[in-house]
């Protein structure tokens, strides 16, 4: 069985409380008066390769009962060799550039993530 991976946000950097950090727009998956069970997906608003036929979509992260921490539950991309999604992991060197691509583009936006 995989590990699992997890964001970890500054305190002042809840992701619930952000919308857009440059190509990345973050949005609630279930309701946003829904205050368990909490997912988000930071989903990307263009188009780029990480590779020569994938494209990173979005990522779903589920809040956690740690303070900060986020679960990195799927990595989403498209894949335009077969024209479908693909699900990726952290632990595939894609997924993981992809996290770490996020990481770059947030910290330029002082808003300091972590993997785990």
């Known amino acids: 069985m995989h590990s699992q991976h997890y964001l970890k946000f500054h305190p002042a950097d809840n992701p619930m409380y952000l919308k857009k950090l440059g190509n990345w727009v973050i949005t609630f998956i279930n309701s946003q008066d829904e205050f368990t069970n909490i997912q988000l997906a930071i989903t990307s608003v263009l188009p780029r390769q990480v590779s020569d036929n994938l494209q990173p979509t979005r990522i779903i992260i ?22 479908k999604d693909k699900l990726l992991s952290c632990h595939d060197k894609i997924g993981k550039q992809m996290i770490q691509n996020i990481m770059q583009e947030f910290n330029k936006y002082d808003v300091e993530v972590s993997l785990l």
């Open 62 to 83: 589920h809040q956690t009962e740690f303070d900060h921490r986020w679960l990195i539950q799927q990595i989403e991309c498209y894949d335009s060799l077969d024209g």
